[in-house]
């Protein structure tokens, strides 16, 4: 066996023992983010708490894509599908839009990259780019 080939599996192991301790941070702030929106729906119904609670949820929503990437991740072969890294941005996207939505001209632009990233998505599913 040649030095490389060892070098390589002690960097593959470093890098799967890593994204499973990120997976299990992801998970314990995927379940605080759940109670505080249990929270929340609990404790007050106002206007502005629904807003935060719809912006706690699309939060949530972006750990529970981080999480499922690391899981497709190990059922895949240690391959990260690009499609979900662009999931992931359109999630982040919407969730900008949700907290920040005070100019026009940065609404239209985040619009056009959710626009741009969805034809990204469209074109890499039916050039099948992904193994």
Known sequence: MKWTDVFTALIRGMLN??????????TI????EGSYMAAML??????????DLIEALVTYFLFFEFVALIVVYF??????????FIYIAIT???????VDHS?????????????????????????????
């Open 17 to 26: 023992i890593s994204l499973c301790f990120v997976g299990l941070i992801l």
């Open 75 to 84: 059922k895949s072969g240690c391959h990260f599908p690009l499609r979900y």
């Open 29 to 32: 702030f995927l379940l605080r």
């Open 92 to 98: 982040a996207i919407i969730r900008l839009l949700i």
């Open 103 to 131: 100019s026009a001209q940065d609404t239209i632009l985040y619009c056009a990259s959710i626009f741009i990233l969805s034809t990204i998505l469209l074109f890499t599913k039916s050039k099948k780019i992904e193994p």
């Open 42 to 51: 609990y404790n007050n119904t106002s206007e502005k708490s629904s807003y």
